[in-house]
């Protein structure tokens, strides 16, 4: 039995007898289109020469899915975790090819450009992807939401968060190295593991080539498993979580960036742009911005920290430079001064009251003095607290640095 949530181990010693492609299919009660998919598998690996295996990644079929592929010679693997990735994550585990290929078994990928997805590999790449938009996609092959709106739209995202490079991300026919697989660390079971594979591929930097392929209509008479609208926004959701410079830094840097400018505008007094006057209710939503995209940054980092430390992204260049030289005390320092000078400005204000009595004061000039000290009281201690917390999360790097460094010493 496979246990697709265990990552695989390099072997020490290569087996001399392994063929040098696996092509892993995922199944779940695909009787009807298996045996077709199967057949046109081998036939592409014999008119190509390779060595290769064909695996049938079984995910709990009912239909008898798994004998037919048997019959045909497939090495069929049962996975008991339900998912997409889980079935892909399970047969490349047991493949012993050194490149794999994964593809769907309903039939609408044409598997005989096999043979160029494995050149491309040979050539140096870690990863290939097809690309239905430059190979063809044959009418009824896919819906017109999926093919002009939904997989354009992904994919382009994709590129502006990764820079992936790639015109189709959700093409499922695709090969890569078993060092490349390994190195991606993918973790997630349903249909996001297609959108991880592209985004880990991107972030790790492996080379990644695209090979024309071709999308036929599905063969099955049945419903796809695929829902347009829920995996499209699974994919979506995944590619935001994974980017946490555009999740967060971005709309928190716009927010902090513009509430600082306004504020600078509005201190010294009103401002007036044709008919239109700004005064300290303005300067009071300035405030707020200023106040909430500071936060949505510490967002920002604590997210990018946390996955590097879990290992779902790898590390960033900027953070680990960054980190050098800024620590909690650093943190401390600036959020304590940051915090004084906001209390400062409160007393002022307080003892500006006091002078009158603790009568009605001038809205105009101390809301001006009383905005900036909350603003600067509310980023001090959010510094403080955010500096502890990220503090935390270190620990365990550090914790694990010292426990590798006992152990190596013990040897």
Same mark, same amino acid.
């Given at each position: 039995?496979?246990?697709?949530?265990?990552?695989?181990?390099?072997?020490?010693?290569?087996?001399?007898?392994? /063929?040098?492609?696996?092509?892993? #299919?995922?199944?779940?009660?695909?009787?009807?289109?298996?045996?077709?998919?199967?057949?046109?598998?081998?036939?592409?690996?014999?008119?190509?020469?390779?060595?290769?295996?064909?695996?049938?990644?079984?995910?709990?079929?009912? =239909?008898? &899915?798994?004998?037919?592929?048997?019959?045909? !010679?497939?090495?069929?693997?049962?996975?008991?975790?339900? !998912?997409?990735?889980?079935?892909?994550?399970?047969?490349?585990?047991?493949?012993?090819?050194?490149?794999?290929?994964?593809?769907?078994?309903?039939?609408?990928?044409?598997?005989?450009?096999?043979?160029?997805?494995?050149?491309?590999?040979?050539?140096?790449?870690?990863?290939?992807?097809?690309?239905?938009?430059?190979?063809?996609?044959?009418?009824?092959?896919?819906?017109?939401?999926?093919?002009?709106?939904?997989?354009?739209?992904?994919?382009?995202? @994709?590129?502006?968060?990764?820079?992936?490079?790639?015109?189709?991300?959700?093409?499922?026919?695709?090969?890569?190295?078993?060092?490349?697989?390994?190195?991606?660390?993918?973790?997630?079971?349903?249909?996001? $593991?297609?959108?991880?594979?592209?985004?880990? @591929?991107?972030?790790?930097?492996?080379?990644?080539?695209?090979? +024309?392929?071709?999308?036929?209509?599905?063969?099955?008479?049945?419903? /796809?498993?695929?829902? /347009?609208?829920?995996?499209?926004?699974?994919?979506?959701? $995944?590619?935001?979580?994974?980017?946490?410079?555009?999740?967060?830094?971005? /709309?928190?840097?716009?927010? $902090?960036?513009?509430?600082? #400018?306004?504020?600078?505008?509005?201190?010294?007094?009103?401002?007036?742009?044709?008919?239109?006057?700004? =005064?300290?209710?303005?300067?009071?939503?300035?405030?707020?911005?200023?106040?909430? !995209?500071?936060?949505?940054?510490?967002?920002?980092?604590?997210?990018?920290?946390?996955?590097?430390?879990?290992?779902?992204?790898? +590390?960033?260049?900027?953070?680990?430079?960054?980190?050098?030289?800024?620590?909690?005390?650093?943190?401390?320092?600036?959020?304590?001064?940051?915090?004084?000078?906001?209390?400062?400005?409160?007393?002022?204000? @307080?003892?500006?009251?006091?002078?009158?009595?603790?009568?009605?004061?001038?809205?105009?000039?101390?809301?001006?003095?009383?905005?900036?000290?909350?603003?600067?009281?509310?980023?001090?201690?959010?510094?403080? $607290?955010?500096?502890?917390?990220?503090?935390?999360?270190?620990?365990?790097?550090?914790?694990?640095?010292?426990?590798?460094?006992?152990?190596? &010493?013990?040897?």
């Amino acid at each position: 039995m496979i246990t697709p949530t265990q990552n695989p181990e390099p072997t020490a010693i290569a087996d001399r007898s392994a /063929p040098e492609v696996s092509i892993v #299919i995922p199944c779940l009660n695909e009787a009807e289109t298996i045996e077709g998919v199967v057949r046109e598998v081998q036939a592409a690996v014999e008119k190509n020469g390779l060595s290769a295996e064909v695996i049938v990644a079984d995910n709990g079929s009912s =239909d008898g &899915s798994q004998q037919i592929a048997a019959r045909l !010679g497939a090495k069929v693997i049962s996975v008991v975790e339900r !998912g997409y990735g889980s079935a892909l994550r399970g047969g490349i585990f047991a493949a012993r090819g050194r490149y794999i290929i994964m593809g769907d078994a309903d039939g609408s990928y044409d598997f005989s450009s096999i043979g160029t997805f494995v050149d491309k590999l040979r050539q140096g790449n870690d990863f290939v992807m097809g690309n239905r938009f430059k190979g063809g996609i044959q009418p009824g092959a896919m819906p017109w939401k999926n093919q002009w709106i939904g997989t354009p739209a992904l994919s382009r995202i @994709a590129n502006l968060f990764y820079r992936t490079g790639i015109g189709d991300v959700n093409c499922g026919l695709r090969a890569f190295t078993k060092p490349a697989f390994v190195k991606m660390n993918l973790q997630t079971t349903g249909m996001e $593991f297609a959108s991880e594979m592209v985004v880990k @591929a991107s972030l790790h930097r492996l080379r990644i080539a695209e090979v +024309p392929t071709i999308l036929r209509p599905d063969m099955r008479t049945r419903r /796809p498993h695929l829902n /347009p609208w829920r995996d499209g926004w699974r994919h979506l959701r $995944f590619m935001l979580l994974y980017t946490p410079a555009w999740l967060f830094l971005v /709309p928190g840097a716009a927010m $902090f960036v513009v509430g600082v #400018i306004g504020s600078a505008l509005l201190l010294p007094g009103p401002l007036r742009i044709g008919a239109a006057a700004f =005064d300290i209710h303005t300067l009071l939503l300035m405030a707020f911005l200023i106040i909430v !995209g500071y936060q949505v940054i510490v967002f920002a980092v604590s997210t990018r920290t946390f996955a590097t430390e879990t290992g779902l992204l790898p +590390p960033s260049p900027v953070l680990s430079g960054l980190y050098r030289y800024v620590r909690l005390e650093t943190g401390l320092l600036l959020g304590g001064l940051a915090t004084l000078v906001g209390l400062a400005g409160v007393l002022i204000a @307080a003892i500006a009251w006091s002078r009158v009595g603790f009568q009605q004061l001038d809205p105009d000039t101390t809301m001006r003095q009383l905005i900036p000290a909350v603003v600067l009281l509310s980023i001090g201690v959010q510094t403080v $607290f955010a500096s502890f917390f990220l503090s935390m999360l270190g620990l365990h790097t550090s914790q694990r640095g010292h426990l590798e460094a006992g152990v190596n &010493s013990d040897r």
